[in-house]
């Protein structure tokens, strides 16, 4: 194995949530690597822990001890700019949710967050048209999200993901709002991003369908990988 294929080195990673005086384990010593280009579905049951994993992956939280390398850096050593940095410009987020913002159109949906990270208006504009395009939505722009089917939202949704060309997109349940036939529609989609893009995927499911889209299963139980396929 080559590091220079490595997007991502787990190194004996482990979460513990405070409540009150306990401590409450959710992730146990996870090692683990994944290379620049694969698509990974993370599966296993309700508070198994891949939530967990998915936000440490996603410089969202940190780990109680262990390394996280995301593209040869050590995450822990960066500063709360320097991660927040990494996050708007390396990794697209894609939400069960959605997460759109509400009476706003689809276009603005996807510009906002590039004028929040000082893109200039302009450009912001124009890639938002070019991503709603990918998506297939051009012809949306104007609507509210509001006006928009469910798997239309979750294809704003990874329009917005896509707006900095991030080289790694991060799903947790990204379907589980959706009835099968958009289900399979969307992850048509994020295939086609894996493949033809060569956007590196990790989505979290617990339906072996849509693991099923992933070239590999990394299957949790009580915060460690007890097995992949
Ligand atoms: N913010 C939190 N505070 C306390 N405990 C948490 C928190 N988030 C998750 N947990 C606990 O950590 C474990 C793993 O949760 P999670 O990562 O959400 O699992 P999954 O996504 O597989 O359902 C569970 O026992 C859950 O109750
Ligand atoms: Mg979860």
Redesign the pocket.
Known sequence: MQAETELIRLDKITKN?R?GHEW?P?LNGISHVIERGEFVAIM?P???????LMSILGCLDGPTAGDYFLNGKKVSDLSENQRTEIRNREIGFVFQAFNLIPRTTTLENIELPMLYGNVRKKIARAKALEKLELVGLADKKNNRTNQISGGEMQRVAIARALANDPPLILADEPTGNLDTKRSNEIMDFIRMLNREKGITVIIVTHEPDIGGYAQRRIH?RDGLIEREN
């Open positions: 949530y409540i409450f959710a296993g309700s508070g198994s822990g891949k939530s967990t949790m």
